[in-house]
Nanobody
Framework: QVQLVESGGGLVQAGGSLRLSCAAS????????MAWFRQAPGKERAFVAA????????TYADSVKGRFTISRDNAKNMVYLEMNSLQPEDTAVYYC?????????????????WGQGTQVTVSS
């Protein structure tokens, strides 16, 4: 059974930073495409960042480019999202997602496994 557990969310002031973590189990992380999505109140779940199996390829939503960094440690079964220069519009529940497919993908339907999410709130 695949489990993804996010942590690291919280309340931060605008301009601050947070590091989200995703602990994966029940899946061979070295052959899993991993991603972060977010969902703000009243909005659809939206792509944030994705990283390929070995970490060589990453892709980001335009809204977070230059501020967020996705990374992974396959030996530890962990995926991370470093978030800097946070803004109130980054407030959302952040979800870790995984799929045993190749490449980097950006739509919700491309991912088979999801975590429960962690709340990130950025105050102005």
């Amino acid at each position: 059974q695949v489990q993804l557990v996010e942590s690291g969310g919280g309340l931060v002031q605008a301009g601050g930073s947070l590091r989200l973590s995703c602990a994966a189990s029940g899946i061979k992380l070295s052959s899993a495409l991993m991603a972060w999505f977010r969902q703000a109140p009243g909005k659809e779940r939206a792509f944030v960042a994705a990283i390929s199996w070995g970490g060589a390829r990453t892709t980001y939503a335009d809204s977070v480019k230059g501020r967020f960094t996705i990374s992974r440690d396959n030996a530890k079964n962990m995926v991370y999202l470093e978030m800097n220069s946070l803004q109130p519009e980054d407030t959302a529940v952040y979800y870790c997602a995984a799929d045993q497919s190749f490449g980097v993908k950006q739509t919700v339907n491309d991912y088979s496994y999801w975590g429960q999410g962690t709340q990130v709130t950025v105050s102005s």
